[in-house]
């Protein structure tokens, strides 16, 4: 059965800077138990020893996305640590903006690889798992891009779009002991514009987000409700803008 947020093992991609970072934080605060995975492993260490620090619960490990055979390892990783897994956190991205016209192709295909071939591997990897606990949370994160497309963002919108249909798809067919969520943020505090390889684009982005931004902690605390939920109350998606982000 499942519980609110104490002891829930919760397995967090792209944990190691921003949105993932916050939640995982914010999470351990709450009795979480938190399962930290990302490329930079020395920004995971200093976080998770930090998370200790504070009597938190966690554990990490390196992890890239694009590999399927890394997402089975983490899975595989947080149920040897904690010995299960509640909550697949699916939050690795990035968003290198740019015009179609530019043809940044090799940009494409790694927003493709990470931001949606990234949450296909976690659902491959957690999916097995899930069903034999009967039980399971997959939250994915998507963005305010999921439903919008604009200049510079057509690539990004496309893997965000996809994201969304598949946690839906998802959710029609395993709703009845496995709960999925998106989480759509606006402008959010974190690293995000330094995946835009373009810097008058990059410009732009950092001047617009200067007057937006929320702190991470913010959709930190819209995954923690999503998590608290009784296991009948799957909360499909929360949006979270700031205030005055149009
Ligand atoms: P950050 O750049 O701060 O964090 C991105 C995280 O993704 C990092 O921890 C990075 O870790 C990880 N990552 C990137 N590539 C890989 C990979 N191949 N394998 C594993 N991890 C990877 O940005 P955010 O916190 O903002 O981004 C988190 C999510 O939030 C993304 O999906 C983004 O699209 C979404 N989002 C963010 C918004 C914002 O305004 N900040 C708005 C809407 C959505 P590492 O480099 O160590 O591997």
């Keep these: ?8 093992v919760i397995a967090i991609t792209g944990a ?3 949105i993932g970072e916050a939640t995982a934080r914010f999470l351990a605060t709450k009795g979480s ?8 492993i020395e920004n995971l260490k200093t976080i998770a020893e930090e998370i200790q620090s504070a009597g938190g619960d966690v554990c990490f490990t390196s992890l890239d996305v694009t590999k399927k ?18 909550v697949l956190v699916s939050n690795a991205g990035l968003m290198p903006l740019s015009l179609l016209e ?18 296909l591997y976690g659902i491959a990897a957690a999916l097995p798992v899930f069903k034999a606990q009967n039980s399971g949370h997959f939250i994915n994160i998507t963005s305010i891009a999921d439903r919008w497309v604009g200049p510079t963002s057509t690539i990004y919108s496309a893997t965000k779009h996809a994201v969304r249909v598949v946690s839906e798809g998802l959710r029609q ?5 496995i709960r999925v969520t998106i989480i759509a943020p606006g402008a959010t505090e974190s690293e995000l514009p330094n995946t ?9 982005v950092i001047e617009q987000f200067r007057i937006d931004l929320i702190p991470a902690e913010a959709i930190a605390r819209a995954i923690a409700y999503a998590v608290e939920q009784p296991a009948d109350v799957d909360v499909n998606e929360i949006v979270v803008r700031p205030t005055a982000q149009k």
Excluded at 1 to 8: F, P, T, V
Excluded at 33 to 40: I, S, Y
Excluded at 102 to 119: P, S
């Design 16 to 18: 190691s800077s921003g």
């Design 33 to 40: 138990k938190v399962v930290l995975g990302a490329r930079r």
């Design 196 to 204: 835009i390889s373009d810097s008058e684009m990059k410009k732009t």
């Design 173 to 177: 067919e395993m709703g009845n002991t």
């Design 69 to 86: 055979e890394q997402l089975e390892k983490f899975i595989q990783f947080a149920q040897a640590q904690f010995g299960r897994v509640d």
């Design 1 to 8: 059965q499942q519980k609110g947020l104490a002891e829930k």
């Design 102 to 119: 530019q043809l940044k192709v090799e940009e494409w295909e790694r927003m493709i690889d990470v931001n949606l071939k990234g949450v």
